[in-house]
T-cell receptor, first 117, second 114 residues
């Protein structure tokens, strides 16, 4: 499809397990973002990629969280030793970035709902 | 500390009337503001935006007003329709050292009653 694709849509895991969430951005979008949304909250920034490199990872809560984008397209968010507090919807978004002819709005996927039991 | 605040968690209006959703921000470095709409089990979708060099932007039934001195923006929907019922997020952006991340408010749930 033409939009941002995220898999899995739902993931239930046990405390302490390792989880990977995948994001396939809109073709041609150089900027990719991961956000986390907890119940009753707005999306909370985690990390931003420009191409293959993480331009801003200031939102990652701790070193259990890591994300990669090795070829500048698909990205994977990796969570080690999951905790119950990690339960949330993880949103991926892509963008053309700011420029003279675009305004940098983000296009979001439907999210991956993570539940840690 | 929340940099983008939506102080009304919910709003209910009658079909055909105006809906006004409010948003305040604290960081004067923000130079671009966006509204997103979110239905249950879907990702947020872009609705309308405004640059800090403007004070109004209109797109059909949706108008965003920006008051920079008060660090306040609002989204007006007129006339409101039942299909507008969703959670609306205000977001702000600034270019900080190359990062173009958006900072979101907590959202306002709009219900438009037929």
């Amino acid at each position: 499809g033409a939009g941002v694709s995220q898999t899995p849509s739902n993931k239930v895991t046990e405390k302490g397990k390792y989880v990977e969430l995948r994001c396939d951005p809109i073709s041609g979008h150089t900027a990719l973002y991961w956000y986390r949304q907890s119940l009753g909250q707005g999306p909370e920034f985690l990390i931003y990629f420009q191409g293959t490199g993480a331009a801003d990872d200031s939102g990652l809560p701790n070193d259990r969280f890591f994300a990669v984008r090795p070829e500048g397209s698909v990205s994977t968010l990796k969570i080690q030793r999951t905790e119950r507090g990690d339960s949330a919807v993880y949103l991926c978004a892509s963008s053309l970035g700011r420029g003279p002819s675009n305004t940098g709005e983000l296009f979001f996927g439907e999210g991956s709902r993570l539940t840690v039991l | 500390d929340q940099q983008v605040k939506q102080n009304s968690p919910s709003l209910s209006v009658q079909e055909g009337r105006i809906s006004i959703l409010n948003c305040d921000y604290t960081n004067s470095m923000f130079d671009y503001f966006l509204w997103y709409k979110k239905y249950p089990a879907e990702g947020p979708t872009f609705l309308i935006s405004i640059s800090s060099i403007k004070d109004k932007n209109e797109d059909g039934r949706f108008t965003v007003f920006l008051n920079k001195s008060a660090k306040h923006l609002s989204l007006h929907i007129v006339p409101s329709q039942p299909g507008d019922s969703a959670v609306y997020f205000c977001a702000a952006s600034a270019e900080w050292g190359g990062s173009e991340k958006l900072v979101f408010g907590k959202g306002t749930k709009l219900t438009v009653n037929p």
